[in-house]
T-cell receptor, first 110, second 113 residues
């Protein structure tokens, strides 16, 4: 069974401070990991995926297979980063279902 | 391109009533999904349709039925609504080559009293 754990329901940081949203997963095979974001009054959308190895809106995430983690990081938080963030997992290859974590609400304090 | 469109946006039902949530996508995606979002539980998959003509149960299918009417449309039906089905429902779609990249609708907020 695949599972995604986001230990923090709410994370509050000051503007300009570093941000780290934690995500741990359990899956016996080779997973693909994603971060989805939902800004206020907007639809849920893909932020980044680990295989792309890209930085989106200043956010990065590294897949650590040893620690089974996929933490989302940003060096300097901005007010517009305030949103709900969901970590998600899918088995790699072909059609597979996506499993989401419970989400972490990021609140950036001005 | 509207993407994924869900109707209605809000709905209040009484226990035992039935209703259908509509979802349509205009991106020519093969796969479509219904998720429910509850506080403290994240998004949970109700049903999905890998391709036109097929549907499968997800994590929490009880109390729901689905119809993949054609490639564009995927509806979710509550035959006899219960208060436990109070939730925000999201429809999503994905393309054949990137099935794990989901495109979501704006959601339907359903309250069952």
């Amino acid at each position: 069974a695949q599972r995604v754990t986001q230990p923090e329901k709410l994370l509050s940081v000051f503007k300009g401070a570093p941000v780290e949203l934690k995500c741990n997963y359990s899956y016996s095979g080779s997973p693909e990991l994603f971060w989805y974001v939902q800004y206020s009054r907007q639809r849920l959308q893909l932020l980044l995926r680990h295989i792309s190895r890209e930085s989106i809106k200043g956010f990065t995430a590294d897949l650590n297979k040893g620690e089974t983690s996929f933490h989302l990081k940003k060096p300097f938080a901005q007010e517009e980063d305030s949103a709900m963030y969901y970590c998600a997992l899918s088995p790699s290859g072909g059609y597979q279902k996506v499993t989401f974590g419970i989400g972490t609400k990021l609140q950036v304090i001005p | 391109n509207a993407g994924v469109t869900q109707t209605p946006k809000f709905q209040v039902l009484k226990t035992g009533q039935s209703m259908t949530l509509q979802c349509a996508q205009d991106m020519n995606h093969n796969s479509m999904y219904w998720y429910r979002q509850d506080p403290g539980m994240g998004l949970r998959l109700i049903y999905y349709s890998a391709s036109e003509g097929t549907t499968d149960k997800g994590e929490v299918p009880n109390g729901y039925n689905v119809s993949r009417l054609n490639k564009r449309e995927f509806s979710l039906r509550l035959e006899s609504a219960a208060p436990s089905q109070t939730s925000v429902y999201f429809c999503a779609s994905s393309e054949r080559n990137r099935p794990q990249v989901l495109h979501f609708g704006n959601g339907t907020r359903l309250t069952v009293t």
